[in-house]
């Protein structure tokens, strides 16, 4: 299964201006106190160093760093030694630690930001030329991943699926059934006998005991996409749409077993089933009937603190927006938190 450690606490901080650490830093950070205008943006590196331990239950898994966003030019050493680089502030990523830990031992992490301009890296104009701020530091979540070696992949490791490696879709839709096809990206073992291992998918309604549909697929009956997942079809009776109104989610569970019935990996994601069509005389349209769209752009920067904003604050803005009247959101020009995209 996979594991997690969270990693969001107990950081020291400094900026390539200053000599001494500042202690107990916890993320989301930012390395400055914006003003509210953008006119006094500060640019230059700053350093985050923690120590890691790596426990004993990551032993025979790929150990990973993830970091929810870092603006916007990353480096991570562990223990003085340099283990990988990431450019780009808006995206999640994970840096690759399997081969510099010891189980058991204790580790430093120190991660390397950069917000200085960049022609390479997005936005890709001077701070002058924009109308918005791209501000710094670690300003999302950091956990410390263990994957296993027979694994339904990461979204953060290529391929066409997202959320966690799992993408549901809608066929064809009719008012006494779905037809649903669900694309997990798996990744077996090396040496792992494929015989051994089969796919568990359950499908219901968000929040109920029982699921509408189970199904196991053992790897003989595994189809490959175009995508490089692999892909499985079947129908819900009677489903409930989503809408603006009567937001109906579903939950998808994927569980990697082997024979036996052993998980070795476990996945579960939200999605709404409906019909969304746009012409020149409706208009546009939901589940077959018009409806009048009522949008407004956000920007994931909240005053003195600029991006690091944490999930109940993105939380917040979604309940307010959605208050206001306003049914779909523009997030302006880059990808937005997992934690405001979740509460919409």
């Known amino acids: 299964m996979l594991l997690i450690e969270n990693l969001d606490t107990d950081w020291l901080f400094r900026r390539d201006e200053e000599g001494r650490f500042r202690e107990g830093v916890s993320l989301p950070h930012s390395p400055f106190v914006s003003d509210l205008d953008g006119n006094e943006h500060w640019f ?25 966003g870092a603006m916007q030019r990353t480096t991570v050493y562990l223990d003085g030694e340099w283990v990988g680089e990431h450019k780009g502030g808006f995206l999640p990523f994970e840096i ?9 031992e204790t580790h430093e992490l120190r991660v390397e ?7 390479d890296i997005p936005p890709g104009k001077r701070f002058e030329e924009l109308d918005f701020c791209w501000y710094g530091g670690l300003y999302r979540d950091a956990a410390l991943v263990a994957y296993p070696e027979s694994r339904i992949e990461s979204n ?9 490696g799992v993408l549901v879709q809608t066929l064809a ?3 006494s059934k779905a037809l649903l096809k669900v694309t997990v990206l798996a990744k ?26 189970e199904g196991f697929y053992p790897r003989s009956d595994w189809r490959e996409g175009p995508g490089g997942g692999f892909e499985f079809e079947f129908e819900i009776e009677n489903p409930r749409l989503w809408s603006v109104s009567r ?22 994601t939200r999605f709404g089933i409906r019909r969304i069509g746009f012409s020149r005389s409706e208009g546009f349209t939901l589940n077959g009937e018009r409806l009048q769209l009522r949008g407004v752009n956000r920007h994931q920067e909240y005053p003195y603190v600029g991006y690091a904003v944490p ?14 009247g306003f049914d779909y959101v523009r997030l302006s020009h880059y990808p937005q938190c997992s934690s405001f995209l979740d509460a919409c």
């Open 173 to 175: 839709l009719e008012a």
């Open 188 to 213: 077996l073992k090396i040496g792992e006998k494929s015989s051994d291992l089969g796919l568990r998918v359950s499908v219901g309604r968000s929040g109920r005991e029982s699921p509408q549909f």
């Open 247 to 268: 937001p109906h989610l579903y939950d998808c569970r994927v569980d990697l077993v082997r024979v036996g019935n052993s998980q070795v990996d476990s996945v579960r």
């Open 96 to 104: 690759d630690l399997s081969r510099y830990t010891i189980i058991g």
């Open 156 to 164: 953060l490791r290529g391929g066409e699926c997202e959320q966690g």
């Open 311 to 324: 999930p109940a604050a993105q939380y917040r803005d979604a309940v307010r927006i959605k208050e206001a």
């Open 113 to 119: 930001i950069s917000n200085r301009w960049d022609p």
């Open 44 to 68: 230059g590196t700053c350093e985050y160093i923690r120590s890691m331990k790596v426990d004993s239950q990551f032993l025979g898994m790929q150990i990973v760093l993830r970091l929810g």
